[in-house]
């Protein structure tokens, strides 16, 4: 499984929050998310990174995205403690742990 960083302008007018993370929730190509603040998601998936692109150029039609690989041990920043081995992906935690944080 690995891990991917979806970042977007959430300030623009082309797509709803509820728009993406519904089509986040129904896609085949992500297994697992979290939303650490507004404009990014990482998210857990088999799928390549083209596919990824590829897959979420439909719903952001125009607006402008990027997604990039995490490399295992090449993360840094500030999140909360129990985020780094879901971004590091040593662990996966439940889906439902993910949502309510």
């Known amino acids: 499984m690995k891990t991917f960083l979806l970042s977007f302008d959430p300030l623009s007018n082309s797509i709803k929050a509820t728009q993406l993370l519904t089509f986040i929730q129904e896609s085949r190509k992500v297994s697992q998310y979290y939303a650490p603040f507004v404009g990014a998601y990482v998210i857990k998936s088999e799928a ?43 662990v996966i935690p439940a889906l439902g742990w993910l949502q309510n944080q």
């Open 48 to 90: 390549s990174i083209h596919d990824l692109q590829e897959a979420f150029a439909g719903i952001f039609d125009q607006t402008l995205f990027m997604i990039v690989e995490m490399e295992q041990g090449a993360v840094g920043g500030r999140l909360p403690i129990n985020m780094w081995p879901f971004v590091n992906g040593q």
